[in-house]
């Protein structure tokens, strides 16, 4: 008997409570960890704050989410004048304990609230926040973003960073492959055969999960495509309930396709060029991992065969903060089909 | 931001609620592939079963919460004349697939149902059940095979297995001590100064959760001790709602005590000598791994400290399949502590 698993069940959460959830869900020290350790993400960051610094020198910045402050005391080390770090959480305590112990208290100024609720004592002219979730829009904290810049961003001001971009790509999974021949195993080590099993196996396993996990790049079937790009200097709420856009990828070779793979980057104006912070399966792995959106059951794909169509991101009705991702595909010859997948409430980190 | 962990919430579910959720948990394949995966744990059934076909051949054979049906197939390929594979969950579904599928239909009959309600049509000669959780005691299926025992086991029948025995000791955990030192390793790689979250890291991970997890031969501190043994053929109801025991261990050497660390193994009786599944972390490797037990802060040990109290295990007052685990122990010459903990309600499998 395993004994803790997949005790997971949609349904709608009132709103009250989906908020509390989501602000106790940073809590605890592993997400923090995670995030800090994540050298790509905090790294990207404090390079493209340090190379920004002749913007941030003097200036007032407010970090939206800022979780520890890591983000804010970059900023002061850039050389801002104030920098405002606004946390919902109350990991926000432990931010003003490393502030103060960084010496930065009369710089760095932590506020515990939303920053929808929260009231600033001035305009700001540069607003920094790591916002993205898995799959980019995952609990939606860009509208936070969004909402920050149009009420304190002084006009002109500066937004790090200032562009994301997702892609898509068709991949196969050895592991769900494994999985399902697994069944077809027990025969020979136990005599039973349970070859029948593979079916229920696949379904359990090819559902309409977002499944967060790290892509390898050998099973990644083609290019990927951008499907869509996001402006942060000129995005909208409303732009923000519908993220879409088409696709068309074509396949190196023979392979089955267990599913698309989804990632995003995000982009740093800098003075000299840009700086792109990725999680493509093809770069240095991160928390963010990829998502995985599996096919009812894998298809074989040749050389050149066509996986093309149109993703749709947009907030679950059931809780706003989670995405959901509707993608219209058609697989070479294949007659279109539509499947519609989400964040599992009450997931733990996948397995895998 | 890292997304999904960790919306962990204790709280009361109705009973009903309960009841649905701890058999919703068992749809998933991922359960099932564990449960069959793991060679130690199917292959002693397996054996134990076949080691006692004289016993077996020609009876009638009741498995409690049957999940596949392998250890009901395994009897009928053993001679049970008969064998009422009881199960609750939708993976009754297939169960009867599978039986089916091996040309046993006859033999073996599913049963849906808790085998508190099902009616069989017969008394048994054997029981047999995988009925562990982790900590042995999780999700108390124990209760069932007890209810199903003095209900349908005829006077001298056999229970597969039929001694339980609980162990504990205390162990090391690196990877705590890692946690814990890391903090103090951001300011060498960001040049900022985060050392003051250790001690929150320290709340956070050395907290009062059950966290189930292997432990490594060299990370246990003492020859463990045995605490509690239970035998199949006479403990009651009443006696599974506190099953406790004293404990004395004694440090091999010097180290930093994380907590202690509790497991077990089941016997089954055989014509030759006895089998035991054993899930002891000097034994092979099973799905139940080990439940450690975090103090609140590592406690330094020398060789020969002893560590000794008393282990107290009994059913949450939230949910009765869920245990609660209570130690009250002393280390060394240090005061005596008390501590009591929980597995999480809704935790996915313990990262590491």
Redesign the interface.
């Known amino acids: 008997?395993?004994?803790?698993?997949?005790?997971v069940?949609k349904r709608k959460l009132d709103k009250s409570r989906q908020e509390r959830?989501?602000f106790?869900?940073y809590t605890?020290?592993?997400?923090?960890?995670?995030?800090?350790?994540d050298?790509v993400r905090?790294?990207t960051y404090?390079t493209a704050i340090m190379r920004n610094s002749e913007l941030i020198r003097g200036k007032v910045v407010l970090d939206v989410?800022a979780?520890?402050g890591?983000l804010s005391?970059?900023c002061a080390?850039a050389g801002a004048k104030k920098v405002y770090a606004v946390e919902a959480c109350s990991i926000a305590e432990?931010a003003v304990?490393?502030v103060r112990?960084?010496n930065l208290q009369d710089r760095v100024e932590v506020i515990r609230g939303t920053v929808e609720t929260v009231d600033l004592p001035e305009p700001v002219e540069v607003i920094v926040s790591?916002?993205?979730?898995?799959a980019l829009l995952?609990?939606s904290?860009l509208n936070s973003v969004v909402y920050a810049r149009d009420k304190w961003l002084k006009p002109g001001g500066l937004i790090l960073p200032s562009k994301a971009e997702l892609y898509i790509a068709p991949v196969c999974d050895p592991v769900v492959e494994d999985?399902l021949h697994?069944w077809y195993t027990?025969k020979e080590?136990?005599?039973?055969?349970?070859?029948?099993?593979s079916d229920?196996?696949r379904r359990?396993?090819m559902n309409s999960d977002i499944t967060?996990n790290f892509v390898s790049i050998e099973d990644v079937l083609s290019h990927p495509a951008r499907f869509a790009e996001l402006d942060l200097y000129t995005v909208t709420a409303e732009e923000l309930r519908s993220v879409k856009g088409q696709f068309r990828c074509e396949s190196f070779g023979s392979s089955a396709a267990s599913g698309l793979c989804v990632y995003f980057t995000v982009t740093f104006s800098c003075p000299d060029k840009p700086l792109v912070l990725s999680t493509s399966p093809f770069k240095a792995e991160t928390?963010w991992k990829q998502a995985v959106l599996y096919f009812d059951a894998p298809v074989r794909v040749v050389q050149d065969t066509a996986v093309a169509g149109e993703v749709s991101m947009y907030p679950s009705e059931d809780s706003a903060r989670h995405v959901c991702i509707r993608v219209d595909y058609t697989i070479g010859e294949q007659k279109g089909q539509t499947k519609t997948f989400s964040?599992p409430d009450?997931?733990?980190?996948a397995?895998s």
Do not use: P
């Open positions: 008997m395993e004994k803790m698993s997949h005790v069940k959830l989501y106790d869900s605890d020290v592993t997400i923090h960890e995670d995030m800090i350790a050298y905090t790294n404090r989410g979780g520890t890591v005391i970059f080390q432990e304990r490393i112990h960084n790591e916002w993205m979730g898995y995952h609990e904290m999985r697994f027990v080590q136990y005599g039973v055969d349970m070859s029948c099993m229920f196996a359990c396993i967060v928390h964040i009450w997931s733990g980190e397995q």
